[in-house]
């Protein structure tokens, strides 16, 4: 195989995966909230969500592992960023959802504007607008 087929092969990101304490309330708060569609429910617990754009979310049931304290910088996967159309509204749609904000507005890396806010379990989010070019 050469590097150009191994490109056509793998395709990208399927899914990340929450492990939560409650795998419906979760899963809840993302479809009324973020604007997620249920789209299969395991009975394990496990559901896979699908976002506006087709990305899929998977929330399943934790462990008995206690939850580390994390930053943006902490080791490992950080946080899932969301793509926004427009900044004011995902901000003003998430205000009245009464989300958790982490911390005011700041430029994104490789441009555009960010803020990070946290689910009912505390799990890292961010909406994300890029500039279009």
């Known amino acids: 195989m050469t590097a150009e087929t191994d490109v056509k092969v793998l395709l990208g990101i399927d899914h990340p995966a929450i492990a939560a304490e409650d795998v419906d309330a979760l ?17 394990k617990p496990v559901w896979l969500l699908r976002a506006a754009d087709g990305t899929l979310l998977e929330v399943m049931p934790r462990d008995d592992t206690p939850r580390p304290e994390r930053t943006t910088w902490t080791p490992g996967w950080s946080h899932i960023a969301i793509r926004v159309s427009n900044f004011e509204q995902a901000q003003a749609h998430l205000d009245q ?30 909406i994300l607008e890029r500039p279009t070019t």
């Open 27 to 43: 899963s809840e708060w993302y479809v009324e909230t973020l604007g997620y569609e249920k789209v299969f429910r395991h009975d």
């Open 97 to 126: 959802k009464g989300v958790q904000w982490t911390g005011a507005e700041m430029n994104a890396i490789g441009g555009g504007r960010v803020r990070n806010f946290v689910d009912p379990e505390g799990n890292m989010l961010q």
